[in-house]
């Protein structure tokens, strides 16, 4: 806890209690404006009285007024500076005394175009906004700044007690203290640094950034929402239509519009109504009732969805349940990819490539397709793959030309009668023959099958020792 001196003319002054690092920046900052004034002799200052305090009108250009005792107050004119704080005292003898009492300042009647209050008071300061804009800075104390029916534009600094903060119609900067702080932004543009425990709402009538430093609260806003989840515990975020948020912490996230994104999170529980793109990220829980794009995650991840396309990155490890289909790329561009997937739980189609890098692929009940050995730009290392293409629907298994060298092996090709191993874009003048010269070169050993097809990439069949021609297509 701090004392900050805020001068008056005429040798008044008050103090004021300072708790934050941020708060007391705020107060000093005050404070010189004042200093400064006085000794340039353009500072007027007022000790205010509760109830309606005019503003004189015989004053120099800058007006002050001061609130050193309890009460409600509503100051009408041009005041430029408000300052609640304990009286310092003065040449008449009055003895210095700190403010520990509430104090309520109804703005509406402020004819200034900007407006600086600061509030000192270890009691409370409610502040009622008007027309002005200007800077608001509650140092001590549980404060409630009421943007409610304000017009302007403010930057609203809190310390660390339990404040509150409604929004303005224009544009909001706030500041929220370690405090455990409510926040209402349902109309203006606003911009939040929260880092307390705080209750954050909102509608789709505003437009609304926040940064949760704190962790540990609980946030509710409306479409187009931008988040950072810089905080290293987590917190519960409920986010509109075509909302972005950034980071995260073993947060739970729910977005409620048709789109939305989230980027960079660790350990999150995520859902969506509508669709979603995921990028980046680790060990996420993530369950979407529309359409996943999934970009680069990494990590233990469980995925649920009713369409998904995943570009994994190294070390993804991922369980995946579709209602209708997936798409998952083992490489993106420059990177060597070592992953599991486990579609094992879908009833929906999963198409999967495998890149460079030891990969694993469970499929599901449907009829799945499996491509080995893609070559990606920036990415064409062997690959090395295990594949389970899973019970019930046919699957198909196999290259496309100019695939890349490696070892794969399909541990239940036998398991599907209709299960089939392709080479597409070979157009071969006969298929047949072709068939049948590349089991040729087959090798069984140990009820396994092994293939080997353009002297650079080998197939073993687990368990098969009469694959035929038939199940073989090359095209």
Known sequence: MAIVTIVGASGAAILVTVNGARAQAMAERYSEQMKSARDAN??????????????????????????????????????????????????????????????????????????????????????RAGASSGMFAAVAGQNFFDGGVGQGDWTIT?????????????????????????????????????????TITGGDDAQNTVTLMGGSSQVSLGSFTMIADMAAMGSTIRVGDRSTVMGGNSSNVSFLGDRGTIAGSNGDTISALGSLQILQGTDQTVSVAGALQFIGGTGTTSIAARMATLWGAHRLDATLSVSEAANWSGNQSGTRDDQKIDASASAGRLDAWTGAGSQTVIGGSAADQFVFGTRYEGS?????????GGSGADNMFGVLADHTAGDVTITDFGAVSGNRFFMYNYKPEDADEAARHLLATATIQGGNTQITIDSNLTVTFLGVTDLRSSQLIIS
Do not use: C, K
């Open 42 to 127: 353009t500072l007027t200052s007022v000790r205010l009285t509760p109830g309606e305090n005019a503003a004189p009108t015989d004053r120099r250009a800058l007006l002050q007024g001061l609130v050193t005792t309890g009460g409600s107050y509503a100051p009408v004119g041009g005041y430029g500076f408000i300052g609640v704080g304990g009286w310092e005292g003065d040449e008449s003898g009055t003895p210095p005394a700190m403010l520990d009492q509430p104090v309520t300042i109804d703005g509406a009647g402020l004819t200034s175009e900007t407006l600086s209050v600061l509030g000192g008071s270890t009691g409370g300061l409610v502040f």
């Open 158 to 198: 809190m310390a660390d007690g339990n404040d509150t903060v409604t929004a303005t119609r224009g544009t909001n900067n706030i500041y929220a203290g370690t405090g455990r702080n409510l926040i209402m932004l349902h109309q203006g543009v606003n911009h939040v640094v929260s880092e307390g425990s705080d």
């Open 380 to 388: 064409d290392g062997a690959t090395y793959a295990t594949v389970t």
